[in-house]
C-alpha cells in the first residue's frame, strides 16, 4: 500500500509511524509545507486514556513522551483575587516541539519519507497516484475543501477571540484567572509543559536563566467586543504580547509572556457529514475540531490515528475499514464536541456568573463541560467539594438534591421534579386509575413535586382522545381522589397541576399510534393564533377571533378554579412546545397582524392576559410556573435573547419560577440533543432575567441533578424518563448516596426496603481450602 499523509502535525506523523510499523511494506510519504522544528502554539495536553492507547500501539514513542511529560494534579481558579485549588485532577504535558521531534525522529527510524518545507501536492493527483490519502492538514484543510461536496463540512464561529502564548516558568497547577476590565472580563488559561531545572527554587520574581524555570502555556480570551474595546484590534503582535502580560502582570508575577507567530484568532467548530471520498479521509482538525478549553485537539488527532491504523489493520477492504474508522470515531467525537461547546459558551458567558460566591463559581467552572461531576469532583477533592456544599447551605451528609426549596408558600422537601408527561389514558378527560397509580407511585417514590400531563382547559383543547381535562366537575372530582392520595399515602411529596391548551398541535392519534399524526376519524376543529398547519398533512386551525380569545381566557380561569378545588399545591402554565399560547409567543407560529402579533411585546400580549387571570383565580399562597420553549431550534424562531425577555415578563407578573424547556413548536426544527442539553438555556434565564428556574432534558442521574444545583444552573430539575424506568428514582438516589432524612423520607411500608436487599455470600467468610505454611 503506497500511502500519502497530507500535514506534519501530531497526527499526521503519529498515523505514519503507526501505519509504518504494522505493517513495514507500506510505502508512506508525508507532505508539511513548515519547517521540521516550525510550530504554533507551545504545549500540548493528552490523557492518561490516550497515553494508555500510545503505550499499547507504540511502546517507543510512549517511552519518549514519558520522558518528557509534566504531570499535575491540580487546578488554581482565581475569583475576585481569591484562589481556589482543586485536586486529584490528574493531566500530562509536554512541549509542541518535542512532541513534533519525537514523532519525527520515530517516522525515520520506521523509514517514512518525510518531506517538509514542501507542499503537498492537489488532493486529486494524490488520490490517483496513492492507495490511500489521509488529509491531516489541520482546521483549514485544503483537502476539505477541495471535496466539500463530498465531506459536506459546516464550520461554525464563536464569540471570543483568543491568543496563544507562553511563560519561561511553570505553573504549579492548571491555572484559570479571571481579570474583569474597564473593557469588560478576561481569562487566562495556563498550564505548565516544561520542568524547571533540579536546582530551580520556585519564587514569585524570576530568580534565575530561564531554561531553569520551566515553561508554561497561557492563552488569554475574551468575548469579541471586549476584545475591540480594550484596542487589541489596533496592536501588532509585539504590543498585544506586552498588554496582555500587564493585564495578568500578578498571575505572571511579573514576567514576560512571548509569542510565536501568535495572532489574534476565533475558535472555528468544525463537523464533517463525511469522514471519508473514495481513498481519500479526513484525519484530527480538518476532521473535527474541539474547543481548548477542554484540552482535546491533539488528543482527539492522536485517537484517530490509533482507530484508522487500528481499522486499516482489520480490514483488508479498504472502504471497509474507512468506513468502520468513521463508524467508531464519529460517535466518540460528536461526545467530545458537544462537551467542548459546552465549555466553550460557559467562558463566552463568563461575566454572567462572576457574581456567585467564590467557591460556587469555582465549582461551576469545574463542571461546565458537563464531563466533570459533583460526584467526580467528591472522589477526586472531597475537601473542595465539602467546602463548596457548606457554601451552598447543604447540611452535614445532604447531597445538594435534597436541600429543601420554597415557592411563595410551598417548600418542597427536595430540588426533584417529576416532569410532566402525557400518558394518553383518559376517557372524556377524566383521569382514572391509572393516573392515580402514576402519580400516586411516583409521589410515593420520594419526589418533592410530581406534575400532571398538561391537563387540557376545553374539549377541542385536548391533543388526543386520551388527554385529561378540568373542563367538567365530574373531572375535578376525579382529581381530587389523586390528590388526596398524594397528600395522605406520601407526606412531604407536592402535586402540581399543568393546564393547557393544545392549538394547532390537537385531534391527533395516541402517541404510539402515530405521534402528532391526525385521527383517522372524529376529530374536532383546531384554533391557533394563525392559519398554519402543523406539519404537512396536519390539520389547518382557524385564526382566533378577539371573541374567542375573551372564551378562551374564561377557559383558562375556570380549570384554574377547578384545579384550586381539587387541591394542587402547584399550577403550572403551559407556554411551550407549539401548543396553543407558545404558538402566540414564537415568531413562525404567530403572523397576526393585530396587537397580538408582531413584536415580541405583542407576542406576549395574549398569555400573559391568559396568566393573568389564571393568577387571580389560582390561590395566592399557591405559586404559580410557566413552561417556555427557550428556543425554536429554526431560523428566524424564538432565540435565547426572546427566551429572557419572555421569562422577565412572566416574572413581573407573578410567576415564582420558570420551566425551561426547548423546541417541538415547528416539525422541521433541528435540535442539539445531548446530555442536560437544555440546562444553559435555563442558566441564563435564571442569572439573567433573576427568577427561580426548573432545567429538564436529558438529566438523567442523580450526580447530574447535584452538579446542576451546586453549581447554580438551576433552582430545580425536572426529570422524565428516569421516572418512566424507576418510579422510586429519588428514593434509590438517596440510597446510593448513603441520605437519610428529610429530603427523602420513604414511606413507612416501604422503610424495609430503603437498603438494597443482598444477593449472595459476598460479605460472609470464605471456606478454607488450602493450608499454608
Same mark, same amino acid.
Given at each position: 500500500m @503506497?500511502?500519502?499523509?497530507? $500535514?506534519? /502535525?501530531?497526527?499526521? +506523523?503519529?498515523?505514519?509511524a &503507526? #501505519?509504518?510499523? %504494522?505493517?513495514?511494506?507500506?510505502?508512506?510519504?508525508?507532505?508539511?509545507?513548515?519547517?521540521?522544528?516550525?510550530?504554533?502554539?507551545?504545549?500540548?495536553?493528552?490523557?492518561?486514556?490516550?497515553?494508555?492507547?500510545?503505550?499499547?500501539?507504540?511502546?517507543?514513542?510512549?517511552?519518549?513522551?514519558?520522558?518528557?511529560?509534566?504531570r499535575?494534579?491540580?487546578?488554581d481558579?482565581?475569583?475576585?483575587?481569591? @484562589?481556589?485549588?482543586?485536586? $486529584?485532577? /490528574?493531566?500530562?504535558? +509536554?512541549g509542541?516541539?518535542? &512532541? #513534533?521531534?519525537? %514523532?519525527?525522529k520515530?517516522?525515520?527510524?520506521?523509514?517514512?519519507?518525510?518531506?517538509?518545507?514542501?507542499?503537498?501536492?492537489?488532493?486529486?493527483?494524490?488520490?490517483?497516484t496513492?492507495?490511500?490519502?489521509?488529509?491531516?492538514?489541520?482546521?483549514?484543510s485544503?483537502?476539505?475543501?477541495?471535496?466539500?461536496?463530498?465531506?459536506?463540512?459546516?464550520?461554525?464561529?464563536?464569540?471570543?477571540?483568543?491568543i496563544?502564548?507562553?511563560?519561561?516558568?511553570?505553573?504549579?497547577a492548571?491555572?484559570?484567572?479571571i481579570a474583569e476590565?474597564?473593557?469588560?472580563?478576561?481569562?487566562?488559561?495556563?498550564?505548565?509543559?516544561?520542568?524547571?531545572?533540579?536546582?530551580?527554587?520556585?519564587?514569585?520574581?524570576?530568580?534565575?536563566?530561564?531554561?531553569?524555570?520551566?515553561?508554561?502555556?497561557?492563552?488569554?480570551?475574551?468575548?469579541?467586543?471586549?476584545?475591540?474595546?480594550a484596542?487589541?484590534?489596533?496592536?501588532?503582535?509585539?504590543?498585544?504580547?506586552?498588554?496582555?502580560?500587564?493585564?495578568?502582570?500578578?498571575?505572571?508575577?511579573?514576567?514576560?509572556?512571548?509569542?510565536?507567530?501568535?495572532a489574534?484568532?476565533?475558535?472555528?467548530?468544525?463537523?464533517?457529514?463525511?469522514?471519508?471520498h473514495?481513498?481519500?479521509v479526513l484525519?484530527?482538525?480538518?476532521?473535527?475540531?474541539?474547543?481548548?478549553?477542554?484540552?482535546s485537539?491533539?488528543?482527539?488527532?492522536?485517537?484517530?490515528?490509533?482507530?484508522?491504523?487500528?481499522?486499516?489493520t482489520?480490514?483488508?477492504?479498504l472502504?471497509?475499514?474507512?468506513?468502520?474508522?468513521?463508524?467508531?470515531?464519529?460517535?466518540?467525537?460528536?461526545?467530545?464536541?458537544?462537551?467542548?461547546?459546552?465549555?466553550?459558551?460557559?467562558?463566552?458567558?463568563?461575566?454572567?456568573?462572576?457574581?456567585?460566591?467564590?467557591?460556587?463559581?469555582?465549582?461551576?467552572?469545574?463542571?461546565?463541560?458537563?464531563?466533570?461531576?459533583?460526584?467526580?469532583?467528591?472522589?477526586?477533592?472531597?475537601?473542595?467539594?465539602?467546602?463548596?456544599?457548606?457554601?451552598?447551605?447543604c447540611?452535614?451528609?445532604?447531597?445538594?438534591?435534597?436541600?429543601?426549596?420554597?415557592?411563595?408558600?410551598?417548600?418542597l422537601?427536595?430540588?426533584?421534579?417529576?416532569?410532566?408527561?402525557?400518558?394518553?389514558?383518559?376517557?372524556?378527560g377524566?383521569?382514572?386509575?391509572?393516573?392515580?397509580?402514576?402519580?400516586?407511585?411516583?409521589?410515593?417514590?420520594?419526589?418533592?413535586?410530581?406534575?400532571?400531563?398538561?391537563?387540557?382547559?376545553?374539549?377541542?383543547?385536548?391533543?388526543t382522545?386520551?388527554?385529561?381535562?378540568?373542563?367538567?366537575?365530574?373531572?375535578?372530582?376525579?382529581?381530587?381522589?389523586?390528590?388526596?392520595?398524594?397528600?395522605?399515602?406520601?407526606?412531604?411529596?407536592?402535586?402540581?397541576?399543568?393546564?393547557?391548551?393544545?392549538?394547532?398541535?390537537?385531534?391527533?392519534?395516541?402517541?404510539?399510534?402515530?405521534?402528532?399524526?391526525?385521527?383517522?376519524?372524529?376529530?374536532?376543529?383546531?384554533?391557533?393564533?394563525?392559519?398554519?398547519?402543523?406539519k404537512?398533512?396536519?390539520?389547518?386551525?382557524?385564526?382566533?377571533?378577539?371573541?374567542?380569545?375573551?372564551?378562551?381566557?374564561?377557559?383558562?380561569?375556570s380549570?384554574?378554579?377547578?384545579?384550586?378545588?381539587?387541591?394542587?399545591?402547584?399550577?403550572e402554565?403551559?407556554?411551550?412546545?407549539?401548543?396553543?399560547l407558545?404558538?402566540?409567543?414564537?415568531?413562525?407560529?404567530n403572523?397576526?397582524?393585530?396587537?397580538?402579533?408582531?413584536?415580541?411585546?405583542?407576542?406576549?400580549?395574549?398569555?400573559?392576559?391568559?396568566?393573568?387571570?389564571?393568577?387571580?383565580?389560582?390561590?395566592?399562597?399557591?405559586?404559580?410556573?410557566?413552561?417556555?420553549?427557550?428556543?425554536?431550534?429554526?431560523?428566524?424562531?424564538?432565540?435565547?435573547?426572546?427566551?429572557?425577555?419572555?421569562?422577565?415578563?412572566?416574572?413581573?407578573?407573578g410567576?415564582?419560577?420558570?420551566?425551561?424547556?426547548?423546541?417541538?413548536?415547528?416539525?422541521?426544527?433541528?435540535?442539539?440533543?445531548g446530555?442536560?442539553?437544555q440546562?444553559?438555556?435555563?442558566?441564563?434565564?435564571?442569572?439573567?432575567?433573576?427568577?427561580?428556574?426548573?432545567?429538564?432534558?436529558?438529566?438523567?442521574?442523580?450526580?447530574?441533578?447535584?452538579?446542576?444545583i451546586?453549581?447554580?444552573?438551576?433552582?430545580?430539575?425536572?426529570?422524565?424518563?428516569?421516572?418512566?424506568?424507576?418510579?422510586?428514582?429519588?428514593?434509590?438516589?438517596?440510597?446510593?448516596?448513603?441520605?437519610?432524612?428529610?429530603?427523602?423520607?420513604?414511606?413507612?411500608?416501604y422503610?424495609?426496603?430503603?437498603?438494597?436487599?443482598?444477593?449472595?455470600?459476598?460479605?460472609?467468610?470464605?471456606?478454607?481450602?488450602?493450608?499454608?505454611?
Open positions: @503506497r500511502v500519502a499523509i497530507i $500535514g506534519g /502535525g501530531p497526527g499526521g +506523523l503519529y498515523t505514519a &503507526l #501505519l509504518k510499523r %504494522l505493517d513495514p511494506a507500506r510505502e508512506i510519504t508525508v507532505w508539511e509545507r513548515n519547517a521540521p522544528d516550525d510550530t504554533f502554539g507551545f504545549g500540548v495536553v493528552l490523557s492518561d486514556e490516550t497515553l494508555g492507547g500510545i503505550e499499547h500501539a507504540d511502546p517507543v514513542v510512549y517511552e519518549a513522551l514519558q520522558q518528557r511529560f509534566v499535575w494534579d491540580d487546578i481558579i482565581v475569583h475576585r483575587g481569591v @484562589r481556589h485549588t482543586s485536586g $486529584g485532577h /490528574g493531566f500530562a504535558a +509536554l509542541r516541539r518535542d &512532541l #513534533l521531534a519525537i %514523532l519525527q520515530r517516522c525515520r527510524a520506521l523509514g517514512v519519507e518525510l518531506r517538509f518545507g514542501s507542499e503537498a501536492p492537489y488532493p486529486a493527483w494524490l488520490a490517483q496513492y492507495d490511500l490519502v489521509v488529509a491531516a492538514d489541520g482546521v483549514h485544503t483537502t476539505r475543501e477541495a471535496y466539500a461536496d463530498a465531506f459536506r463540512p459546516r464550520i461554525t464561529g464563536h464569540r471570543c477571540r483568543y496563544w502564548l507562553a511563560a519561561d516558568f511553570a505553573f504549579d492548571f491555572r484559570f484567572e476590565t474597564e473593557h469588560g472580563v478576561m481569562q487566562l488559561h495556563g498550564y505548565p509543559y516544561a520542568r524547571p531545572s533540579p536546582d530551580h527554587h520556585p519564587s514569585t520574581r524570576p530568580s534565575g536563566p530561564q531554561n531553569q524555570l520551566g515553561s508554561s502555556t497561557v492563552i488569554v480570551e475574551m468575548r469579541e467586543e471586549v476584545w475591540r474595546a484596542g487589541f484590534e489596533e496592536l501588532d503582535e509585539p504590543e498585544s504580547v506586552a498588554r496582555c502580560a500587564k493585564i495578568f502582570a500578578d498571575t505572571l508575577g511579573g514576567r514576560p509572556l512571548k509569542s510565536n507567530r501568535s489574534w484568532t476565533t475558535f472555528r467548530t468544525v463537523v464533517n457529514e463525511h469522514w471519508s473514495g481513498n481519500v484525519l484530527g482538525d480538518a476532521a473535527h475540531t474541539a474547543h481548548f478549553s477542554i484540552g485537539g491533539t488528543k482527539l488527532a492522536v485517537e484517530d490515528a490509533l482507530a484508522l491504523a487500528a481499522c486499516l482489520e480490514h483488508g477492504d472502504s471497509q475499514a474507512l468506513a468502520a474508522y468513521e463508524a467508531e470515531r464519529k460517535p466518540v467525537v460528536a461526545s467530545t464536541q458537544r462537551a467542548a461547546r459546552a465549555s466553550l459558551e460557559w467562558f463566552e458567558d463568563l461575566a454572567r456568573h462572576l457574581r456567585q460566591p467564590s467557591r460556587t463559581f469555582a465549582f461551576n467552572l469545574l463542571t461546565r463541560s458537563r464531563r466533570v461531576t459533583h460526584g467526580n469532583l467528591r472522589l477526586r477533592d472531597p475537601r473542595f467539594t465539602e467546602a463548596v456544599e457548606r457554601e451552598f447551605g447540611p452535614p451528609g445532604t447531597p445538594p438534591m435534597f436541600t429543601p426549596f420554597r415557592l411563595r408558600g410551598l417548600t422537601r427536595n430540588r426533584v421534579v417529576v416532569s410532566p408527561m402525557d400518558v394518553y389514558s383518559a376517557t372524556d377524566v383521569p382514572g386509575d391509572f393516573h392515580l397509580v402514576h402519580l400516586g407511585a411516583r409521589a410515593l417514590g420520594g419526589a418533592g413535586l410530581v406534575m400532571t400531563e398538561m391537563v387540557c382547559v376545553s374539549p377541542e383543547g385536548r391533543i382522545p386520551g388527554c385529561t381535562g378540568l373542563y367538567t366537575g365530574r373531572q375535578g372530582d376525579a382529581w381530587r381522589r389523586i390528590t388526596d392520595f398524594v397528600h395522605e399515602r406520601a407526606p412531604g411529596a407536592a402535586i402540581g397541576v399543568q393546564l393547557g391548551h393544545s392549538g394547532r398541535k390537537g385531534s391527533t392519534k395516541l402517541m404510539w399510534e402515530g405521534m402528532d399524526e391526525p385521527l383517522p376519524e372524529g376529530n374536532w376543529p383546531l384554533v391557533a393564533a394563525s392559519a398554519l398547519p402543523y404537512p398533512g396536519s390539520q389547518t386551525p382557524r385564526q382566533l377571533s378577539r371573541a374567542q380569545l375573551t372564551d378562551l381566557r374564561e377557559q383558562f380561569a380549570a384554574t378554579w377547578r384545579a384550586a378545588r381539587a387541591g394542587f399545591d402547584l399550577l402554565l403551559h407556554c411551550a412546545h407549539g401548543y396553543l407558545s404558538g402566540f409567543l414564537s415568531p413562525l407560529t403572523l397576526r397582524t393585530d396587537s397580538y402579533g408582531g413584536s415580541l411585546e405583542a407576542r406576549l400580549r395574549f398569555p400573559l392576559e391568559v396568566f393573568d387571570a389564571v393568577r387571580s383565580v389560582w390561590p395566592q399562597e399557591r405559586p404559580m410556573t410557566v413552561r417556555i420553549s427557550a428556543t425554536d431550534w429554526a431560523e428566524g424562531g424564538t432565540s435565547a435573547d426572546d427566551a429572557v425577555e419572555i421569562a422577565r415578563a412572566f416574572a413581573a407578573h410567576a415564582d419560577a420558570i420551566d425551561v424547556s426547548t423546541g417541538q413548536v415547528v416539525a422541521d426544527e433541528t435540535p442539539e440533543f446530555r442536560s442539553y440546562t444553559p438555556f435555563a442558566d441564563r434565564i435564571r442569572h439573567e432575567a433573576g427568577v427561580p428556574v426548573i432545567a429538564v432534558g436529558a438529566i438523567s442521574s442523580w450526580d447530574d441533578v447535584n452538579s446542576l451546586l453549581a447554580g444552573r438551576t433552582d430545580l430539575c425536572a426529570l422524565a424518563r428516569p421516572h418512566l424506568h424507576d418510579p422510586n428514582w429519588t428514593l434509590h438516589a438517596a440510597a446510593e448516596q448513603g441520605y437519610a432524612g428529610p429530603g427523602a423520607d420513604w414511606p413507612a411500608p422503610r424495609a426496603g430503603s437498603r438494597p436487599p443482598r444477593t449472595g455470600r459476598t460479605d460472609d467468610p470464605k471456606p478454607r481450602l488450602t493450608l499454608t505454611s
